[in-house]
């Protein structure tokens, strides 16, 4: 990218403050403007900026970026938002294995990441991942549109039930166990679960919709902790991956573990491509015609796979998961106030699974970085709970 072009904001502002991509909303701008920023947001029609371009916007003089996951972010830009001046990053994401924290705290550069303001929405659309494939919607779709349906028939695009069956979660977090509730609260299904730590939350809560179902006379919901990933891909009849992609995680749905599911299982992934081994899933999918996989997001974003789009037992959409208006610009928002709260030395916000104060516009938002994914590291200050008087 030659001469970039950018947009800005509030040119007088005493902070500069470079958008990596423009940002749904208005909220994020107003944000930094509030702050005392220069915003100056790349138009460029470049998709993935490379580091040379967010090089060129970080320039000789830059206080804070917001950048993007698609952005290669390690010692190369943290040592020159360091050498401009600068001390504050955001990434527009919760997930922030495009980010290496390591470089950044060597260079004493605050990480942001954009949690909480997306665990629903992206559960909605692992829900949706799931039932299009589990009821075969795309192939029916792409056959009505073909003019090929000639009248109903007792085996046309049949599908699986999910009522009554278990659906498997690795990586029960924030938005793992969203999804989980969607899937008992929705269909009736039963949990079993495989993360690091336990998730009493989702175990209290099936359990009392169980009970609940009980007392109406229906058959109750259950839930299992598994002790290993394993355990759960050979009992579920859904899986959805939900974990945080790092080197514990790096194809963990591989050729051995994807023959121990079921043959007629459903597999999604909302997560980070490279949790699976895609080349693996490619040919499991050829000789699996039953076992059918829901994916956004994919191993060599943007790109499939080869073979891969051509699988009708595969629904692929473009990393989608968190595209909702609300969401969308609560991460900008978020990602703002993260680098905004930076520069203006506020501390680290006490929990950023309570994120929901932050994105009110109709009230100031608290002076505090609403998450600071090294704060620790960096020994900044967190800001105690307000007490409810
Ligand atoms: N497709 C999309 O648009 C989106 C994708 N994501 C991805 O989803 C991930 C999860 O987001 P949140 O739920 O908010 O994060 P979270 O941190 O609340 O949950 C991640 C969970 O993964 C677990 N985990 C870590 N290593 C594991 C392992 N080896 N085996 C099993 N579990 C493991 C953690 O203990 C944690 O409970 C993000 O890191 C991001 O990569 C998030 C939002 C949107
Ligand atoms: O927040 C994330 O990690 C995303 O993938 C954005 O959709």
Redesign the pocket.
């Given at each position: 990218m030659a001469a970039y072009s950018v947009q800005v904001f509030n040119a007088g502002g005493k902070f500069r403050v470079v958008s990596t991509k423009p940002m749904p909303g208005n909220q994020w701008i107003q944000a930094l403007v509030n702050a005392g920023c220069r915003v100056e947001v790349c138009t460029s029609q470049k998709t993935i900026l490379s580091v040379e371009d967010i090089l060129s916007l970080i320039g000789s003089r830059c206080d804070g970026v917001i950048g993007q996951l698609t952005e290669e972010w390690g010692e190369t830009l943290f040592s020159a938002l360091k050498k401009a001046g600068g001390h504050a990053f955001s990434n527009m994401?919760?997930?922030y294995?495009n980010v290496d924290v390591e470089a950044a705290n060597k260079h004493g550069i605050a990480v942001g990441n954009t949690?909480?303001v997306?665990?629903e929405t992206?559960a909605e659309?692992a829900a949706a991942l799931t039932l299009s494939a589990a009821r075969r919607v795309v192939e029916a779709d792409d056959f009505m549109r073909a003019g090929k349906y000639d009248g109903w028939l007792p085996n046309l695009f049949v599908g699986n039930l999910l009522k009554g069956q278990t659906v498997g979660i690795?990586?029960?977090?924030?938005?793992?166990s969203a999804y989980a509730r969607m899937m008992v609260e929705g269909f009736k299904m039963n949990v079993i679960y495989?993360?690091?730590?336990q998730s009493k939350f989702l175990e209290n809560f099936v359990t009392a919709y169980g009970n609940f179902l009980k007392s109406q006379g229906e058959t109750p919901v259950t839930w299992k902790r598994a002790s290993s990933?394993e355990e759960v891909l050979r009992e579920a009849d859904v899986v959805s991956l939900?974990?945080?992609?790092?080197k514990?995680?790096y194809h963990?749905i591989n050729k051995e573990r994807l023959s121990m599911m079921k043959k007629e299982a459903v597999l999604v992934n909302?997560?980070?491509g490279p949790v699976i081994d895609e080349v693996a899933l490619v040919e499991h999918l050829k000789v699996n015609p039953m076992f059918r996989v829901g994916l956004?997001?994919f191993e060599d974003e943007p790109y499939m796979k080869p073979g891969l789009g051509e699988l009708p037992n595969a629904v692929v959409v473009p990393?989608?998961?968190?595209a909702s208006k609300w969401t969308r610009e609560g991460m900008a928002t978020l990602a703002a106030l993260n680098v905004a709260g930076k520069l203006q030395g506020f501390p680290v916000w006490h929990n950023s699974n309570m994120v929901l104060p932050f994105l009110d516009e109709n009230s100031p938002a608290p002076k505090a970085c609403p998450s600071i994914v090294n704060a620790k590291v960096l020994g900044l200050q967190v800001a105690a709970p307000v007490s409810k008087m």
């Open positions: 994401a919760v997930g294995n949690p909480g997306l665990t992206t659309l690795i990586g029960a977090g924030r938005i793992g495989y993360d690091l730590y990933a939900h974990p945080v992609l790092d514990t995680t963990l909302a997560s980070r956004d997001v990393h989608i998961a968190s």
